[in-house]
């Protein structure tokens, strides 16, 4: 059983950084490609970037490119999301979640199914 905990939330500034930290235990991160979700109130969850079991590759949604880099150090069961010029509108809860791949593959996707772990959320809260 793979357990997740996210950490980093708080509250932060427009403009401003936070970097997100999804720590993973009971299992080792090598066979799983990671999923960073967010969801702010009122609205649907979101994805906002995944990043392959290897590490090579990462896929951002639009509305993150360029701003929000993931990260992995598979030595540590850990994957980062550093978020800079942080906005408004990125105040939510945001999740890890992993899905099963090959260890090594360069493959993930950003997508809320085939998810076989979750953690519980950290909440980024972005306002002056």
């Known amino acids: 059983q793979l357990q997740l905990v996210e950490s980093g939330g708080g509250l932060v500034q427009p403009g401003g950084s936070l970097r997100l930290s999804c720590a993973a235990s009971?299992?080792?991160?090598?066979?799983?490609?990671i999923v960073w979700f967010r969801q702010a109130p009122g609205k649907e969850r979101e994805g906002v970037s995944c990043?392959?079991?290897?590490?090579?590759?990462?896929i951002y949604a639009d509305s993150v490119k360029g701003r929000f880099t993931i990260s992995r150090d598979n030595a540590k069961n850990t994957v980062y999301l550093q978020m800079h010029s942080l906005k408004p509108e990125d105040t939510a809860v945001y999740y890890c979640?992993?899905?099963?791949?090959?260890?090594?593959?360069?493959?993930?996707?950003?997508?809320?199914?085939?998810?076989?772990?979750w953690g519980k959320g950290t909440l980024v809260t972005v306002s002056s």
């Open positions: 009971g299992l080792t991160l090598d066979y799983y490609a």
């Open positions: 979640a992993a899905e099963i791949v090959l260890r090594g593959s360069n493959w993930c996707k950003i997508r809320d199914y085939g998810m076989a772990y």
């Open positions: 990043i392959s079991s290897s590490g090579e590759s990462t």
